[in-house]
C-alpha cells in the first residue's frame, strides 16, 4: 500500500502547497472589489493558471466564482491523470459528489437566493456533459422551483426530491440536504462495484461517519423545527447505518425531548460530541467541524491511501467555498470585521 500511494502522496503535498494560508484569506478581507480579488488570486500559485486570462478591471462575480469552481475540476483532474488505474475507482466514486455542488447551485436561484449564471463555470459544466447524465442546459433555465423539479424527472434526483412534498414549506436547507442523502446512498452503493476490500475500510471509515453524522443533524432538525411523526423522520434519513445502529437511531426519532435525545447521543461513540453540538448555534458549522476531524483522522491514520486524495479534494473545495463566501460579501458592502470573524470561525 505505501508504494502504490507513495507517488500520489508526494503530488498531493505538492498541490497543499498551492492552497491558500490564513493570511491570505485574510488579505483578501481588506480588498474591495472583485478586481483586487482577481488581481490578488492571479499572483498566487495555485490560481495563476486558471485565472491568467481574466481582465481583472472586467471581471464580474459571477465569472470570477465560476473560475473557482472551475478550479475543483482542474485539481480533481490532475489527480484523476496522475492516479494509477485503482486510484481512478475512488476519484470516479467521489465524481458523484460534483454533479451534486452544481444541482445545489441551480437549486440556490430556484429558491431566489442567488443569481448563479456563469457561477458554476463553463469549465465544470463542460466536465459534467462528459461524466453526468443531467440535462443541464434545462437546468441552467430553471428559475422556479417547479422548474427546477420538471429538469430532473428523467434524473435518479426526482424521487428523493418528491418525498419533500410531504414537509409543509421545505426550505433549501432541506432540498440540500435530500440531494446529499441520495448522491451518499448512490456513492455507498458504487463502492462494490469499483473499490478494493483493502480500500473499503478507508472509503467506509469516512463515508460511514458521514452518514451517521448527518442523520443525527437531519432527526435532530426534523423533530425541533417540523415536530414530524417518527414514520417520516425515518424515511428522509440516509438508508445506510455505520457506526450509529438502527436501534439507535429509532431510539433518537421516538425521543420525547432534546434532553432524551442527547442522552441516547451519550450512549454512542458520538457521545464526545455533545457538548459542542449543544453549544453550536449553526447546524452547518457543527456538521462542518466534524467532518474534518473525520477526514484528518482517516489521513493521519493512513497517510498512504485513498484517504489522502479525498483530504485534498475536501480542502480544496472547502477552500473555494470560503473564497467566494468572502468575494460575495465585499459584493455587497459587507463589515470587514465581520467577514475576519467568519474567516476565524472556519479556520480556528
Do not use: C
Amino acid at each position: 500500500m505505501l508504494n502504490q500511494y507513495t507517488a500520489i502522496t508526494t503530488k498531493i503535498r505538492g498541490m497543499r502547497g498551492k492552497l491558500l494560508k490564513k493570511e491570505d484569506y485574510l488579505n483578501l478581507s481588506y480588498l474591495n472589489s472583485e478586481a483586487e480579488i482577481a488581481s490578488y488570486l492571479k499572483r498566487h500559485p495555485g490560481y495563476q493558471h486558471m485565472l491568467a486570462h481574466v481582465v481583472e478591471n472586467k471581471v464580474t462575480r459571477f465569472e470570477l466564482e465560476g473560475l473557482l469552481n472551475s478550479s475543483i475540476y482542474e485539481d480533481y483532474n490532475k489527480l484523476f491523470r496522475f492516479a494509477n488505474f485503482k486510484q481512478r475507482k475512488f476519484l470516479q466514486i467521489h465524481a458523484i459528489t460534483y454533479e451534486v455542488i452544481v444541482l445545489k447551485k441551480f437549486l440556490r436561484r430556484a429558491f431566489n437566493v442567488a443569481d448563479i449564471y456563469q457561477e458554476v463555470g463553463n469549465e465544470f459544466l463542460d466536465f459534467l456533459s462528459r461524466h453526468s447524465r443531467l440535462d443541464l442546459e434545462t437546468l441552467q433555465n430553471a428559475r422556479t422551483l417547479e422548474q427546477f423539479r420538471e429538469s430532473l424527472i428523467e434524473s435518479r434526483y426526482y424521487r428523493p426530491l418528491k418525498l419533500l412534498e410531504n414537509i409543509q414549506n421545505p426550505t433549501l436547507f432541506d432540498y440540500e440536504s435530500a440531494l446529499d442523502t441520495y448522491a451518499f446512498t448512490a456513492i455507498w452503493q458504487e463502492k462494490n462495484k469499483l473499490i478494493n476490500k483493502k480500500e473499503r475500510k478507508t472509503f467506509e471509515k469516512i463515508y460511514g461517519m458521514q452518514f451517521d453524522l448527518l442523520n443525527i443533524v437531519f432527526i435532530y432538525r426534523y423533530k425541533k423545527f417540523y415536530d414530524l411523526p417518527a414514520e417520516q423522520i425515518a424515511s428522509l434519513l440516509i438508508p445506510i447505518n455505520y457506526r450509529l445502529k438502527p436501534d439507535k437511531i429509532q431510539m433518537l426519532i421516538e425521543a420525547h425531548n432534546q434532553d432524551e435525545f442527547w442522552k441516547i447521543i451519550e450512549t454512542t461513540i458520538y457521545a464526545k460530541y455533545v457538548e459542542e453540538f449543544r453549544n453550536q448555534s449553526s447546524l452547518d458549522m457543527f456538521y462542518e467541524k466534524l467532518i474534518d476531524d473525520v477526514i484528518k483522522g482517516r489521513e493521519k491514520e493512513a497517510p498512504y491511501s485513498a484517504a489522502a486524495m479525498y483530504a485534498y479534494l475536501h480542502d480544496k473545495e472547502k477552500e473555494v467555498a470560503l473564497i467566494t463566501r468572502i468575494i460575495e460579501a465585499i459584493h455587497y458592502g459587507r463589515d470587514k470585521a465581520r467577514i475576519q470573524q467568519v474567516i476565524n470561525q472556519k479556520l480556528g
